[in-house]
């Protein structure tokens, strides 16, 4: 056997009285135990594997926790429901109200992206304020970024109509019922509330903030990704998941530019803000008109978005992520964090769950 793989093999009786050896897929050291390394791994490697194992278990409890809120909240509602003496069938008639659904959709969205991610990742003994970067953005291009993201958002909307249309070529029913928009002025502030307000707040918090603050340790690059592909997911459809991916994508990136949740904030409740806009225009307006506003708006997205890639070019590494220090490689840091058990089970749940709006 070579040098090589006895590198520092001889005993050493320095430590404590303790022999220790240094032999290949172990390695030595002071204490009278050795960490066993595996076949085709440094200990770098195998330690940067097992920390993101243990980061996707975190986070993969944090979305089987917001799942299992979002599926099992009905059932808990008829319980008290009839606790309270309501009959099931009126429990459904008071919940089937749009504005009723608008304020459970409130306190669900809050209570779903705010207390599982909080309680499970300190249990995995991290802290929150140093997750989530809630200071005030940093850099001069804030406009010119916040321009940018908007742009991007409204473009992404394209992916979730060539999804709808992908279906539609091949004559297949996809539908995915979002319920009805309570009506009037008080329905509309109900609905900017559940659809911008809120979302734009505890979702930002927990995927662009906890989530993807977790992962910046293993690289940027691999975080954004990352965080990203699990935002599309948790959506649970095949219309929304591409959509929400590449959101994901321009709402970290924002996050990650400036050091700050809020201008991701700022982009979703707008991005949701014109959807909401957008449903509640009159009756009156055909849809051809309707069509020819939308396209105004991208119109003028896309505008935006050229002068904002414009201000931004002269800004030195901004579209460039700085070396992370890691010995492994983004694909292996994949590998290990999306072959981990939780992730698995949670990727699976999504796509079952996708599978219900088929013929809907």
Known sequence: MSENNFQNGSQNSENNGYD????????????PYVTFVPYGYTLNTYREKQKIRKTALAAGCCFLAALGIMFFWSFIYLLVMSRLGFTTQKAREIISDPAVLQIVQVVISTLTFTLPFIVIYKSFGYRISELVPLKKPKGDNLAALFFLGISFCA?????????????????????VDYGDDPKGFFGFIL??????????????????????GSLRKYGDAFALITSS???GLMHGNFEQMPFAFTVGLILG??????????????????????SVVFSYLPNSI???????????????????????????????GLFKFSADGLESTNKQRFKWFFTSPIIIVFTV????????????
Request: glycine fraction near 8%.
């Open 20 to 31: 220790t050896f240094s032999e290949p897929g172990v390695t030595a050291g002071s204490a």
């Open 155 to 175: 473009f992404a909307n394209i992916a979730t109509s060539q999804a709808s249309y992908f279906f539609e070529s091949f004559g297949i029913d996809y539908n």
């Open 191 to 212: 609905s900017v509330t559940a659809t911008a307000i809120v979302p734009g707040l505890v979702e930002e918090f927990a995927c662009r903030g906890i989530v993807l």
């Open 229 to 231: 592909a699990l935002f």
């Open 253 to 274: 990136f924002l996050v990650l530019k400036t050091d700050s949740l809020w201008l991701s904030v700022a982009v979703h409740f707008f991005n949701n803000l014109v």
């Open 286 to 316: 055909s849809q051809q008109a309707q069509n020819v506003i939308y396209s105004l708006f991208l119109a003028v997205c896309l505008v935006l978005g050229v002068l904002a890639v414009a201000l931004l070019s002269g800004s030195e």
């Open 349 to 360: 749940f999504c796509f079952l769950e996708s599978l219900i709006y088929f013929g809907g």
